[in-house]
């Protein structure tokens, strides 16, 4: 069961603002979410985040993975403890990541295979290995493992990649499961 509650708070329109409630605190919706790629927002402190008004941040789990490594965020007690922020926290799944090292990847059922941009080493990421570094992270907001489509992408391009995509989110969530993470998973 997820730890994310969301509360409508009004409609104008087709516009809505809401709210999402975590154990770690709330978000009002539409929200400004700063990324911290490597966990942290660069050139701001989190107090300074939080007095902009920013409530959740964004950690790339890819990135997460390859420096500093899973052993170092879990040593901090997660990637809040390491970032030092108290809030909610959303991971990608790094599909993107994947997709942006075209000409380094191979993309099979699966997962992708393909040559880490730090130092060359061959890294294998599917969906279970997403799950599993994001629960490392203890992430309250975790994404499922898909292929980035390019663009432009031809209607059957686009049809097999969203197909691949469909599969990965179903082992992401079973995974996602297996591992008894509570976050949301989205």
């Not at 950690?59 to 993975?65: E, I, K, P, S, V």
Request: hydrophobic share 35%; net charge neutral; aromatic share 8%.
């Amino acid at each position: 069961m997820s730890r994310l509650q969301f509360q409508l708070q009004t409609t104008d329109g087709r516009a809505r603002r809401g709210r999402l409630t975590f154990p770690r605190g709330t978000v009002e919706t539409p929200a400004f979410m700063p990324v911290g790629t490597y966990g942290s927002v660069k050139g701001i402190l989190p107090e300074q985040i939080r007095a902009l008004g920013a409530e959740i941040i964004l950690g790339n789990t890819f990135h997460l993975y390859q420096r500093p490594g899973l052993d170092v965020i879990a040593d901090h007690g997660g990637l809040h403890g390491f970032a030092r922020w108290n809030g909610p926290i959303l991971t990608d799944s790094g599909g993107f990541q994947v997709f942006s090292l075209a000409h380094r990847r191979k993309i099979t059922e699966q997962g992708v295979t393909f040559s880490s941009p730090t130092d060359g080493a061959r890294v294998f990421l599917g969906p279970e290995e997403s799950m599993r570094i994001q629960k490392v992270l203890d992430s309250d907001v975790v994404m499922i493992f898909d292929e980035c489509t390019p663009y432009p992408a031809t209607e059957p391009v686009a049809r097999t990649s969203m197909e691949l995509s469909l599969r990965w989110a179903q082992r992401s969530r079973n995974a996602h499961d297996e591992l008894g993470n509570d976050a949301a998973l989205f």
